[in-house]
């Protein structure tokens, strides 16, 4: 059961993102996808134009096992239903447009939050269960640096989580921009649902607002 307050911060800008779609397309391109080589500036101007929507929720996680980016299973319930504090988000792979700017704001995050105590954990879980194995999710946090666990498994298990966090729109092409924010101890999430900086997630992190 999810509870949403939604508050719009901005009206949709199409011309900057897909500004920013044809500059990570370029840099795929190139050979330069990692997230070193995304075009800081025109993330931040894609973010700073697009609807941003965030909430307070609650969620109940279902009781499935996945997978890490090292083959492992994972049983999710143990993780995200626990206490500990956490940062999600959902991905795919061959997404070539808002996907490496999460996974780089994701890694932006992180050094933001170097000294939070306790540090959040960070997840990214795929929404592309068809084509994201195990081995292609390694082959992605090594290209981008990301030193976090990456999640995929069964079609059936992952849709069933994709439903409860609201992530899933009827397929991959339909993805939008979300990620969860839990702080230690808490049963609400942060909901934020579109394109931000890692500095306004710091925020959010920093004083449970939502």
Known sequence: MTAFTIGFRTSLQAVALGAL???LMLHASYGR???????????????ASSALQIAKAEYEVPDVTLEDEHGRPIKLRQILASDQALVVNFIFTSCATVCPVMTAT?????RELK???PAPRYI???IDPD???????????????????FLSGERESVLDVLRAFGAWRGGKSNHVPLTLLRRP?????????????????????????G
Request: with cysteine; proline share 0%.
């Open 21 to 23: 779609c044809c500059t």
């Open 33 to 47: 996808a990692d997230a070193s080589n995304i075009d800081e500036h025109a993330a931040h101007r894609a973010a």
């Open 106 to 110: 994701l890694l932006q995050l992180q």
């Open 115 to 117: 000294d939070a105590s």
């Open 124 to 126: 990214s879980v795929s």
């Open 131 to 149: 084509y994201d194995s195990a081995t292609i999710l390694n082959d992605y946090a090594k290209r981008f640096h990301a030193d976090w666990t």
């Open 185 to 209: 101890g808490e049963t609400q999430w942060t909901r934020v649902e579109g394109l931000t900086s890692a500095r306004r997630l710091a925020e959010l992190w920093r004083d449970g607002a």
